[in-house]
T-cell receptor
Framework: GDSVTQMEGPVTLSEEAFLTINCTYTATGYPSLFWYVQYPGEGLQLLLK?????DKGSNKGFEATYRKETTSFHLEKGSVQVSDSAVYFC?????????????FGKGTHLIIQP | DVKVTQSSRYLVKRTGEKVFLECVQDMDHENMFWYRQDPGLGLRLIYF???????EKGDIPEGYSVSREKKERFSLILESASTNQTSMYLCASSLASQRGREQYFGPGTRLTVT
C-alpha cells in the first residue's frame, strides 16, 4: 500500500537557519503530494501542494518540489522564524473511488529558538 | 473561510460506553473524513464519505462506525469504547474529488477512555 516516510525529529534550529525536512513516498499510482502544518492546539492546515512531477509548491517562504525519480517531496525554507515552530506532516493522495483520503507521514516536530 | 467544527475539544468516557463524535462543515463540501492522530504514528484514516448516506472504510475502521444523514454533518461512533481508542480525532472535509483537492480540518477532539 501507499506510505510516506519523513524525519521525525524533534528538529531544533536557530532563527534564520536553513530548513530541510525530508519526505519520501511509496505509491502505486501518480499521487498528489502535500505538506500540512499543525500549530500548537490547532487542527491541520495546508501549507503547500504539488499534483504532478516537477511541480513546485510554495507558500509563506516554504517550498517543495515533486521529484518522481527519487519519490521525494522535501520541504525547505531559507530562513526560519520562531513562528514556524509547529509539527509538519507530509501526505499523499492516491486513492481510487470518489474521495481523496490522505496517507500521512508521522510528522516532524520543528522547534525554532530565538 | 471554510469552517469545520467538532462538537467537543475534550471528552472523557468510560470503557464500554457508546461515544458519538460530531463534525459539521459549512462549505457544502461533498467529501468528509475522520482521522485519528497518535504520537509517533501520525494521522490515520478511519472512514470517509463522498455523499450523504455513503461511507467507505479507511485504513483502521475496526471498532468504529460512521453516519452521514445530512451533507454538512459526519458522525463517528464508537459502539463500545476501549482504552486503545484514547486518541485525538480529527475531522476534515473537501470538495468533490479532483486531483489535489485541499482538505480542511477541524480543531480535533481529544478523547480519553478510562
Amino acid at each position: 500500500g501507499d506510505s510516506v516516510t519523513q524525519m521525525e525529529g524533534p528538529v531544533t534550529l536557530s532563527e534564520e537557519a536553513f530548513l530541510t525536512i525530508n519526505c519520501t513516498y511509496t505509491a502505486t499510482g501518480y499521487p498528489s503530494l502535500f505538506w500540512y502544518v499543525q500549530y500548537p492546539g490547532e487542527g491541520l492546515q495546508l501549507l503547500l501542494k504539488a499534483t504532478k512531477a516537477d511541480d513546485k509548491g510554495s507558500n509563506k517562504g516554504f517550498e517543495a518540489t515533486y521529484r518522481k525519480e527519487t519519490t521525494s517531496f522535501h520541504l525547505e525554507k531559507g530562513s526560519v522564524q520562531v513562528s514556524d515552530s509547529a509539527v509538519y506532516f507530509c501526505a499523499l493522495s492516491d486513492r481510487g473511488g470518489g474521495a481523496d483520503g490522505l496517507t500521512f507521514g508521522k510528522g516532524t516536530h520543528l522547534i525554532i529558538q530565538p | 473561510d471554510v469552517k469545520v467544527t467538532q462538537s467537543s475539544r475534550y471528552l472523557v468516557k468510560r470503557t464500554g460506553e457508546k461515544v458519538f463524535l460530531e463534525c459539521v462543515q459549512d462549505m457544502d463540501h461533498e467529501n468528509m473524513f475522520w482521522y485519528r492522530q497518535d504520537p509517533g504514528l501520525g494521522l490515520r484514516l478511519i472512514y470517509f464519505s463522498y455523499d450523504v448516506k455513503m461511507k467507505e472504510k479507511g485504513d483502521i475502521p475496526e471498532g468504529y462506525s460512521v453516519s452521514r444523514e445530512k451533507k454538512e454533518r459526519f458522525s463517528l461512533i464508537l459502539e463500545s469504547a476501549s482504552t486503545n481508542q484514547t486518541s485525538m480525532y480529527l475531522c476534515a472535509s473537501s470538495l468533490a474529488s479532483q486531483r489535489g483537492r485541499e482538505q480542511y480540518f477541524g480543531p480535533g477532539t481529544r478523547l480519553t477512555v478510562t
